[in-house]
C-alpha cells in the first residue's frame, strides 16, 4: 500500500461475528452461539431429551478404546465434533477439552466415543443460553495460564503404544481479564517428567503469547493506549508447578546435566523472558485457568474454573 492510512467508518455496535452473537449487558460483553448449540443438539438426536450433565467429560481419560464395539452410526460423528470445535473455539472454552478428546477418533470412532459425544450434548443441552462473558479490566493485563496433565491416558490405553504416555498441554491467554485464546492439545513428544511436561506445555502457550504481546504494542502505540509490557510488568505467566517455577526464574541458573533433554526449550524460554520483561508467578492449583484444558473435572472443580474464565 502507497498510503499508511486506512478510511473506517463506524457502523454501530457490533450484534453478531461469523454465528457468534454478541450481546453488551450491564457493561458485559456477552457472546454465545445459541443457533449452533441447537443444531448439535439436533445433530444427536437430543431434542426430546430434557435430562443434563453438569460436566462435559468424565474424570478419566477417553482412550482410543481398540477392541470396542463400533459406533452406531446413528449420529454423523465426523459433523458434530466439527461443529463442537467451531463452537468449543469462539465462545464454549469449558468444551475443549472433551470436544478435543473424541475429535482424536474421529476417523474410526467407537460406541464408547459416540458416548462421550452424547454427554457433550447432554451437557450443552443444560447450558444452551450460555456462553463467554466478558468483563474487562481498565488495566491491559495479559495474562497467560499453561497446565499440563503428564502421561494422562498411563493404565488407560495399551502399555505398548507410546501414545498412552503422552502428556496433554492446556492454556489460556487473558487480555485485561477476559480470555482471547485457549487451546488443549496433546504434546508432540514423549516427556519425562510431570516438569518437563508443565515446561512443554509453558513452551507452547508462549509460542501464541508472544506473538499478542508485540501486536498490543503496535496497536496500543497507535491508539496512544497506555499500555507498554516491557516498563509496566503487565505481562504475567501463570504457574502453578514449583519444579518449573525453580527453573524458569531468572537467576541462579538450574541448568544442571539432569535437565539436559529439555535444554533447547529452557534456553529459548529464558532468552525470551528477559528482553519481553515477562514475570513468571506463582499460582494455587486451584486458581490455574489451564487445568479445565488438560483434564476431566469434577463437577465442584469445574465450576469453580468456569466460573472464573467464563463468568458464570
Not at 20 to 39: A, E
Not at 212 to 230: H, Q, R, S, W, Y
Request: net charge neutral.
Amino acid at each position: 500500500m502507497q498510503n499508511d492510512e486506512i478510511c473506517l467508518r463506524r457502523e454501530g455496535t457490533a450484534e453478531g461475528y461469523l454465528g457468534v452473537d454478541i450481546k453488551t449487558i450491564n457493561g458485559q460483553i456477552h457472546l454465545t452461539q445459541s443457533g449452533l448449540s441447537n443444531r448439535i443438539i439436533s445433530a444427536l438426536g437430543l431434542n426430546k431429551y430434557s435430562n443434563s450433565c453438569q460436566t462435559p467429560a468424565e474424570a478419566a481419560p477417553l482412550p482410543k478404546d481398540v477392541d470396542g464395539e463400533a459406533a452406531s452410526g446413528t449420529i454423523n460423528y465426523a459433523s458434530v465434533v466439527g461443529m463442537l470445535l467451531y463452537l468449543s473455539g469462539h465462545s464454549r472454552p469449558d468444551l475443549s477439552f472433551a470436544v478435543h478428546q473424541c475429535a482424536r477418533y474421529t476417523f474410526a470412532p467407537t460406541r464408547r466415543h459416540e458416548q462421550a459425544l452424547l454427554r457433550i450434548g447432554h451437557y450443552l443441552k443444560g447450558t444452551l443460553d450460555k456462553g463467554l462473558i466478558l468483563n474487562p479490566s481498565p488495566e491491559l493485563h495479559l495474562d497467560c495460564y499453561p497446565d499440563a496433565d503428564f502421561a494422562g491416558l498411563w493404565k488407560h490405553e495399551d502399555s505398548n503404544d507410546p501414545h498412552c504416555v503422552r502428556s496433554r498441554t492446556g492454556f489460556v491467554i487473558t487480555l485485561a481479564h477476559c480470555p482471547v485464546i485457549w487451546a488443549s492439545k496433546m504434546q508432540t513428544e514423549i516427556a519425562l517428567s510431570t516438569m518437563e511436561a508443565e515446561y512443554i506445555a509453558l513452551s507452547t502457550a508462549c509460542r501464541d503469547l508472544f506473538p499478542i504481546m508485540d501486536k498490543l504494542v503496535e496497536i496500543t502505540a497507535i491508539l496512544n493506549i497506555p499500555f507498554t509490557p516491557g516498563s509496566n510488568m503487565h505481562v504475567r505467566i501463570h504457574e502453578d508447578n514449583a519444579g518449573t517455577l525453580i527453573l524458569g526464574k531468572l537467576e541462579p541458573r538450574r541448568m544442571t546435566p539432569r535437565s539436559k533433554h529439555y535444554a533447547v526449550k529452557y534456553h529459548w524460554f529464558r532468552e525470551q523472558l528477559l528482553p519481553r520483561n515477562i514475570e513468571l508467578v506463582k499460582i494455587a492449583t486451584q486458581d490455574q485457568l489451564g487445568d479445565i484444558f488438560t483434564k476431566g473435572l469434577g463437577g465442584v472443580a469445574f465450576k469453580r474454573v468456569r466460573k472464573q474464565l467464563m463468568g458464570w
